[in-house]
């Protein structure tokens, strides 16, 4: 009986009826176990500042450049692959097997642009995709072009099990987030439709597959892409795949670590394997528990969040510490068992520099996941990580112009290592072979605004500081409006002017970071003695008239930061921060054949601040002063004796670490000697 009421409201719900009051990058807003809820995307509009111009670069460099690569078939086949898919044109498949889930995510971050600017040659742009899309699908819903293209032309028959381990369900899945983020952008349903037979084929298949067949260990960014299906569409057919595909994970014999399915998720308590995989998989089993509360989930989702967080993270929020290793969770040491991983979290503690793989899609996971992390419980640890990563290991993904990308984000860079590694220490308009990354970090910048604030029961969390903005109701359905104004992160100084408020009592929250020490809260230049904690929210409940304004000082002093004695590649250095940046030396700072593995840092000198432009970016640069420890002497030494010979004082300029590497190549380090 119980299961015919829930099947009927299901019919009544998702035939063509469609819940839109919910407009965020997560449509949580009917979600029984997230504790907040998304803003609008249209909701946040910078203004100003940090984030207004990485928007702008964003708009006016990154998605026009993005577009047109993407259709340049010489350089990228992504556009190509669709119309060979659809029969316009004779040809082949070519380029990697992710090509049309990165084309989703360029599509994505146009979408989530065109939320804000209303832009109509993006809306024409995304009509015109659209259509293509369309043309391609096949009548049972399904969407991949390298398998469509085979049964088109003929060139192979497919290959059910290599396409479980190919990129078929990644590409689905940003589909379906895509077609989400698309609808609540423009209200249109065009994309959406795709996207339903694309999910119904997902469910179909899943229903009849053999665990065998329905291995869907790669990248798997369709458990977000289902879960957010279902809270568009409220079809429970959706809910249903998502917790199934959680529960066949891990079921088969040839599961590896790398994967993260050599053991079902309920029994995983640590990080393993492939960081992108791995944090895509958390990110999507954090959805799948805001909708079910099923405790497991989220009892392991912490436990793993711990062993990355206290263990396997960088100080820049990046992840995913070897390019190519072995499980370290064998249960004994027998060769036989000992698994290949790649991309990977090693050890706890296993972080080293210089050959850090940290791919910023792992990087950009681990915002994803902390994201969803905070709205399940809105705690301020996760808001920490989320902005320790975007301003770090994810910006450092993308130029200051917005046009050339790096794949891995290493902490140092040092020309005299005698091996070349895979990946290029240098930035670059198209990384060959891998370019996943670049359209990953497009989507995310144009959808930082939507961060920045979340909506509970009792009022508006403030979670990201930058000059915006905001125009959305309250969940009890209220005009709320607020203008932000600050030059954050370079200066801890925010006010929050309230242009419109509840008319009752409303609940402000503002998160006070955890880097942070001795933060003043005032109202209405009324300071506020109580509840200001490092690390948490603090809520401010009264009731507010046009014109009041919140005003908070975050000190932001330049920060020496150690790591963890057990980090035995950084032991007896420090690493220089300042409120969420983290900086870094690069050696074209330094005189001519000196390397930044000579500096050592004087860590009691005074150390001051400037702001510099690069590429028409305002950057504080710090200013340290060092000496500089210049021994030629390593040839054919791997030891010496310690010595602090031909030591000569010299004035650092230290760099925001996300603005490395663009202006010129040279080494680079953010830990140094002291
Ligand atoms: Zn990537």
Redesign the pocket.
């Known amino acids: 009986m119980k299961k015919n009421i829930i099947l009927l409201s299901g019919l009544f719900l998702f035939s063509g009826f469609i819940v839109a009051q919910n407009k965020g990058l997560v449509a949580n807003s009917n979600s029984p176990y997230s504790k907040l809820q998304s803003v609008g995307l249209q909701d946040v509009q910078w203004t100003s500042g940090f984030w207004k111009e990485q928007f702008d670069v964003e708009n006016k460099n990154t998605l026009p450049y993005m577009w047109d690569l993407y259709h340049n078939d010489t350089i990228s086949h992504a556009y190509k692959n669709f119309e060979i898919a659809a029969g316009l044109t004779k040809g082949t498949f070519k380029g990697p097997s992710f090509h049309d889930g990165d084309f989703y995510k360029i599509f994505e971050g146009m979408a989530a642009t065109y939320a804000v600017t209303k832009d109509k040659k993006l809306d024409k742009q995304m009509d015109e995709a659209i259509a293509m899309f369309a043309k391609v699908q096949r009548k049972d819903g399904y969407l991949h072009t390298p398998v469509l293209i085979d049964e088109r032309w003929g060139t192979l028959g497919p290959e059910e099990v290599k396409k479980q381990l190919g990129f078929e369900k990644y590409n689905m899945g940003h589909l379906m987030t895509a077609a989400c983020i698309h609808y609540r952008a423009t209200g249109k349903t065009n994309f959406l439709n795709i996207a339903k037979g694309v999910a119904d084929f997902l469910y179909d298949f899943y229903k009849k597959a053999s665990p065998e067949l329905a291995r869907n260990a790669i990248c798997p960014s369709h458990y977000m892409g289902i879960v957010e299906m279902y809270r568009t569409t409220k079809n429970p057919k959706y809910l249903e795949l998502a917790n199934n595909l959680i529960d066949i994970r891990g079921t088969t014999n040839d599961g590896t670590d790398d994967n993260q399915d050599r053991i079902p998720f309920r029994q995983q308590t640590t990080a393993m394997g492939h960081a ?1 995989r791995a944090n895509y998989l958390y990110a999507g089993v954090a959805d799948l528990y805001a909708e079910t509360g099923e405790k497991k989930l989220l009892d392991n989702l912490e436990s793993i969040w711990d062993d990355v967080t206290y263990r396997k993270m960088y100080i820049t929020g990046a992840c995913g510490a070897l390019y190519d290793g072995v499980s370290p969770d064998g249960t004994s040491y027998n060769p036989a068992d000992v698994q290949k991983i790649h991309q990977a979290y090693g050890r706890p503690f296993q972080l080293p520099n210089a050959t850090a793989h940290t ?4 990087n950009i996971g681990n915002v994803l996941w902390n994201w969803r992390m905070l709205q399940i419980t809105g705690e301020a640890k996760y808001a920490d990580i989320v902005e320790l990563a975007l301003y770090n290991s994810v910006l450092s993904g993308i130029s200051l112009e917005g046009k050339e990308f790096f ?1 891995n984000n290493p902490l140092n860079v040092s020309k005299d290592l005698p091996f070349k590694q895979r990946w290029s220490k240098e930035r670059e308009g198209y990384i060959a072979l ?1 370019n ?2 670049a359209p ?1 970090v497009t989507r995310t910048v144009a959808e930082v605004g939507n961060y920045a604030y979340n909506l509970s029961k009792e009022g508006l969390y403030v979670n990201l500081y930058g000059s915006n903005d905001l125009n959305t109701m309250t969940l009890a359905g209220e005009k709320i409006e607020i203008e932000q104004q600050t030059n954050y992160p370079w200066d801890g100084k925010i006010s929050l002017k309230i242009v419109k408020a509840p008319k009752e009592a409303y609940a402000f929250f503002l998160r006070i970071p955890g880097w942070s020490q001795g933060t003043t809260v005032s109202v209405n230049s009324n300071g506020i003695a109580e509840g200001i904690i490092s690390g948490s929210y603090l809520k401010i409940f009264q009731k507010w008239k046009k014109g009041d304004v919140i005003e908070l000082n975050i000190p932001m002093p330049v920060e020496l930061m150690q790591a963890n004695p057990l980090v035995e590649e950084v032991k007896n250095q420090v690493a220089v921060k300042r409120g969420p940046i983290v900086y870094c030396l690069e050696s074209d700072n330094l005189p001519t054949d000196t390397s930044v593995n000579d500096v050592i840092l004087s860590v009691n000198a005074p150390f001051t601040t400037n702001f510099i432009e690069l590429h028409n970016r305002k950057l504080l640069n710090i200013d340290a002063k060092s000496v500089l420890n210049k021994d030629s002497s390593w040839d054919k030494k791997l030891y010496k004796p310690f010595s602090t010979k031909e030591t000569k004082e010299y004035n650092l300029k230290l760099i925001p670490y996300f603005a490395w590497g663009n202006h010129g190549k040279g080494e680079m380090t953010v830990w140094m000697s002291h």
């Open positions: 992108v791919e910023t899609c792992a794949y891998s996943c990354c990953n």
